[in-house]
């Protein structure tokens, strides 16, 4: 482990992730913020101390190996949450704790939108647009960005790239360079952000709406700048924008580079994954659907269909939008809501969860096994997108789903230690592990009234959700520290 090149590389990050604060620092200026001394001192503290790490260091500069790649990101997410949380916990109107601010700020940059605060729309513009903006850099994360534009880090950028990216089969690029990989997904990023505010704006938005809330739907992540979320606006074209760009935040960032560069939509129906969840966004959208007319026939059919297919694209994208109250629609709804977060998006998207691409391979290695019990001599292979899967790939799969299952079901579990009821346990331990925001009970719109033993556990699933386990679980393994 090469401690020292570590150290410098986070004294470099820290510069850069300084540099996050003058953009709301210059909002709050422009819209008439009396008071931007937290991003000042945020500022200072956050670019000294990077300063302070990395001078010493500057001149160690060595090739990064895996390990320290991993440990890197780990360490960068969690200093991050910390020092993400300054701008917030020195507002002096909050009136919150540090726990309180800590959580706020990684529950922005992991994309999962549960927040502490009430009264937003009373909040000043510039920690509103910190917060949509916390997203949105999350959304890909910082680390790519960092490795897609900074190449004076003068490291390898793959180490820090393949610990960040979701997904099983992380070697997958665009380009040759890791660095021209991970710059086409910004820009195609971006792109799609600056397409959604602009569309948001001509559906009636302001200009500090419609880029706060672009940044928070292409990132899934569900931040708003106002209490009552996206049904704020009470516009059901604003509504279908939004649906058909967190369907696009929970595709793959590399299916749309693909699809402009040869300028087809057949991109996208030739990737087996994008089919399988747009096929479960379907058979979900239909049932939730029909058990709405059934339950509440004199509403219509019109409300139902807009507020099944609104909630439904919002939680299974772990968005977290909400239009309407869920916990109080019928029967089984609102848990089956919360519980499509648990599956989430695809890999290589914004969205949390386990992923769609590694519930269609376990499900296709399942069949394998059915048909095994009635041709036992018989040689199966899982396939993908017309390729046969590694093996290799289907054992890390499996391994992953059991670890996802053991953290959840330990979380869950936590919560309950902590003081919740079994509901609002079951919903916080969703809403944080899989990025979601929204939960059940106690927790359904916010967790401002949770103890901070909840905002712990809380803080803790976030980032392994967001780092997909095994990035945090490898640390805690002796053999990770050895020579």
Known sequence: MQFIVVLRVLGLLLMVFGLTFIPPWLVGSMMGDTDLRPFEYSFLITFVLGLLIWIPL???RRELKLR???????LFWVVLGVIGA??????????????????ESVSGITTTGATVLVGLDQLPRSLLFYRQQLQWLGGLGIIVLVVAFLPLLGVGGMQLYKAEISGPMKDNRLSGRISETAKLLWLVYAGLTLLCAFLFKLEGMSWFDAVGHAFSTLATGGFSTHDASFGYFNSPVMEMTAVVFMLLGATPMALHYLALRQFSLRVYLLSSE?????????????LTVVTLLFDMPRIGWLHDFRWALFNLVSFITTTGFSITDHTTWPY?????????????????????????????????QGLNEIRRLVHPHAQFVVKMGGHAIEPSVISA?????SAYVFVFVLTFFAMMMTGLDMVSAYGAAIATLTSLGP??????????SVGNGTL????VAMILGRLEIFTVLVLFLPMFWRR
């Open 397 to 401: 799969v499996w391994a992953f789903f």
């Open 439 to 448: 939960g059940l009970g106690t927790v359904a719109y916010n967790f401002a």
């Open 274 to 286: 994008f089919k399988f969840f747009m096929l479960l966004v379907l058979v979900l959208f239909v």
């Open 68 to 74: 320290d790649g991993l440990l890197i990101v780990v």
């Open 86 to 103: 300054f701008p917030i916990y020195f507002q002096p109107m909050l009136h919150i704790n540090f726990i309180q601010a800590v959580f």
């Open 58 to 60: 500057r001149n160690h």
């Open 332 to 364: 089984f709804l609102p848990v089956l809501l919360i519980t499509t977060a648990l599956i989430g998006g695809c890999a290589g998207s914004t969205s949390g969860g386990l992923k769609s691409v590694r519930l269609l391979l376990l499900t296709r």
């Open 456 to 459: 712990i556990v809380s803080i």
